[in-house]
C-alpha cells in the first residue's frame, strides 16, 4: 500500500523517527535500559556553531559545587581550560590551565554531542544541553540508570577576569575579550555580576521539538504532557526536512492514520513509509513506528520528543512533493 499524498506550504520538519528516547521510570515503573536515552534538543552542526570561538563558564559537582571553571572552544578545534582543583594535601582550592585538548562535535544517536581529548588514549565524550532563555548550558552524564546534571553553567563570547588571575600563564586567543566585570570565582556571584554575558536565543534554537528538557535537569520525570505532543505532531503535518544528500522526510497524518514519507532525492514520493501507532499498556502510553510488522521504534509519551538531528537543512518544497 503506498500513502496518500498530501501537499503543504509550511516550512520546518522537526520529527524524525531517529532514535529511542525515554526516562528511567514512567508511571512509576522502570524502563528498559535500551529505552533510556537522553536526547540532547539540537544537531551537531547547532553545536559546532553555538561553540567555536566561544566560553563555557561551568561548575562542578559535590564538593566543586559553585565554584567557578571555564573552557575556550577556538575555531580551529583547540581547547583552552582552566579548571579548578583539591591539593589532596590541605583541600585547598587551586586552578590550573591546559591549551592542548582538541574538540569536535558528532552525531550519536540521541542529538549532538561533544567529544574532546587532552591526548589520543584520553576521549570524552558529552551530552550538552542549552537553555535558548537563559543563555545555560550543561553537560548530563549517566551514572548506573539515572541521569544527572554534572557541569552547570553558560554560555559567553567573553573570558571571565576571575579565571585570567587563576590561570595567568594561558595563553588564551587574542579575539576573546576578557570581561572585567567577573571577577568571582563563585558561580552564583559571577552570574549576578554581568547577567548579560550569557549568549541567550542563539540562531536556531527554536528548532527543537517538546520536552526537550535533559532528563538529569527533570530528575528523570517526564519533560511534556500529552497536549503539547499532540500540538506539536498536528503542526508538523506535511513540513519536510531534507538532508545535504537531498533525502527528506515528512509527518502526514489523515483522520486517524498517521505516517511518515522519506521523500527522494528529487523531491518525488519514495516508497519508503512507517506507520504510526498509539499503544497503552500497563507502563503508560506509546508512539510505535511500525515499518510492516515490524516496530522500528517506541517513544513514551511525555518523555522528549527526537529531534531529527543528522537532517540540517529545511526546505518548503511546496507542491512539488504531490
Same mark, same amino acid.
Given at each position: 500500500?503506498?500513502? %496518500?499524498?498530501?501537499?503543504?506550504?509550511?516550512?520546518?520538519?522537526?520529527?524524525?523517527?531517529?532514535?529511542?528516547?525515554?526516562?528511567?521510570?514512567?508511571?512509576?515503573?522502570?524502563?528498559?535500559?535500551?529505552?533510556?536515552?537522553?536526547?540532547?534538543?539540537?544537531?551537531?552542526?547547532?553545536?559546532?556553531?553555538?561553540?567555536?570561538?566561544?566560553?563555557?563558564?561551568?561548575?562542578?559537582?559535590?564538593?566543586?559545587?559553585?565554584?567557578?571553571?571555564?573552557? &575556550?572552544?577556538?575555531?580551529?578545534?583547540?581547547?583552552?581550560?582552566?579548571?579548578?582543583?583539591?591539593? *589532596?594535601?590541605?583541600?585547598?582550592? %587551586?586552578?590550573?590551565?591546559?591549551?592542548?585538548?582538541?574538540?569536535?562535535?558528532?552525531?550519536?544517536?540521541?542529538?549532538?554531542? @561533544?567529544?574532546?581529548?587532552?591526548?589520543? /588514549?584520553?576521549?570524552? /565524550?558529552?551530552?550538552?544541553?542549552?537553555? *535558548?532563555?537563559?543563555?545555560?548550558?550543561?553537560?548530563?552524564?549517566?551514572?548506573?540508570?539515572?541521569?544527572?546534571?554534572?557541569?552547570?553553567?553558560?554560555?559567553?563570547?567573553?573570558?571571565?577576569?576571575? $579565571?585570567?588571575?587563576?590561570?595567568?600563564?594561558?595563553?588564551?586567543?587574542?579575539?576573546?575579550?576578557?570581561?572585567?566585570?567577573?571577577?568571582? #570565582?563563585?558561580?552564583?556571584? #559571577?552570574?549576578?555580576?554581568?547577567?548579560?554575558?550569557?549568549?541567550?536565543?542563539? *540562531?536556531?534554537?527554536?528548532?527543537?521539538?517538546?520536552?526537550?528538557?535533559? @532528563?538529569?535537569? %527533570?530528575?528523570?520525570?517526564?519533560?511534556?504532557?500529552?497536549? =503539547?505532543?499532540?500540538?506539536? $505532531?498536528?503542526?508538523? +503535518?506535511?513540513?519536510?526536512?531534507?538532508?545535504?544528500?537531498?533525502?527528506?522526510?515528512?509527518?502526514?497524518?489523515?483522520?486517524?492514520? =498517521?505516517?511518515?514519507?522519506?521523500?527522494?532525492?528529487?523531491? +518525488?514520493?519514495? =516508497?519508503?513509509?512507517?506507520?504510526?501507532?498509539? &499503544?497503552?499498556?500497563?507502563?503508560?502510553?506509546?508512539?510505535?513506528?511500525?515499518?510492516? *510488522?515490524?516496530?522500528?521504534?517506541?517513544?513514551?509519551?511525555?518523555?522528549?520528543?527526537?529531534?531529527?538531528?543528522?537532517?540540517?537543512? &529545511?526546505?518548503?518544497?511546496?507542491?512539488?512533493? /504531490?
Amino acid at each position: 500500500m503506498k500513502p %496518500s499524498k498530501f501537499t503543504t506550504g509550511k516550512m520546518l520538519a522537526l520529527l524524525l523517527a531517529a532514535a529511542a528516547l525515554a526516562s528511567c521510570v514512567a508511571h512509576g515503573r522502570q524502563l528498559d535500559r535500551k529505552m533510556y536515552v537522553n536526547h540532547t534538543p539540537y544537531s551537531a552542526d547547532f553545536y559546532r556553531k553555538l561553540l567555536s570561538d566561544r566560553v563555557f563558564v561551568y561548575e562542578g559537582r559535590r564538593s566543586y559545587r559553585n565554584v567557578v571553571s571555564g573552557l &575556550v572552544f577556538g575555531a580551529d578545534g583547540t581547547v583552552f581550560e582552566c579548571r579548578a582543583h583539591r591539593d *589532596p594535601g590541605n583541600k585547598k582550592l %587551586s586552578w590550573y590551565g591546559w591549551d592542548t585538548i582538541c574538540w569536535s562535535r558528532k552525531w550519536a544517536g540521541n542529538g549532538g554531542e @561533544l567529544v574532546w581529548q587532552r591526548d589520543p /588514549q584520553r576521549r570524552r /565524550q558529552v551530552t550538552l544541553f542549552y537553555e *535558548p532563555d537563559t543563555g545555560g548550558l550543561s553537560v548530563e552524564n549517566r551514572r548506573q540508570l539515572a541521569w544527572i546534571v554534572t557541569n552547570p553553567g553558560q554560555i559567553q563570547d567573553t573570558w571571565p577576569h576571575a $579565571l585570567a588571575e587563576a590561570c595567568p600563564d594561558q595563553d588564551i586567543p587574542a579575539h576573546i575579550r576578557i570581561n572585567e566585570k567577573q571577577t568571582s #570565582l563563585r558561580m552564583d556571584e #559571577l552570574r549576578r555580576q554581568d547577567p548579560d554575558a550569557p549568549i541567550r536565543n542563539f *540562531p536556531g534554537a527554536h528548532l527543537t521539538a517538546p520536552g526537550r528538557t535533559g @532528563l538529569g535537569r %527533570s530528575g528523570g520525570r517526564p519533560t511534556t504532557t500529552k497536549a =503539547e505532543v499532540e500540538a506539536f $505532531l498536528k503542526a508538523q +503535518h506535511g513540513n519536510v526536512l531534507i538532508n545535504g544528500k537531498k533525502i527528506g522526510v515528512t509527518y502526514v497524518r489523515s483522520g486517524d492514520r =498517521e505516517e511518515f514519507w522519506r521523500i527522494g532525492e528529487e523531491y +518525488h514520493m519514495a =516508497e519508503d513509509f512507517w506507520d504510526i501507532v498509539r &499503544v497503552t499498556d500497563e507502563v503508560g502510553e506509546w508512539i510505535e513506528i511500525h515499518d510492516g *510488522p515490524r516496530v522500528r521504534r517506541r517513544y513514551p509519551m511525555g518523555y522528549p520528543f527526537p529531534y531529527p538531528n543528522r537532517w540540517l537543512v &529545511v526546505r518548503d518544497i511546496g507542491s512539488a512533493a /504531490q
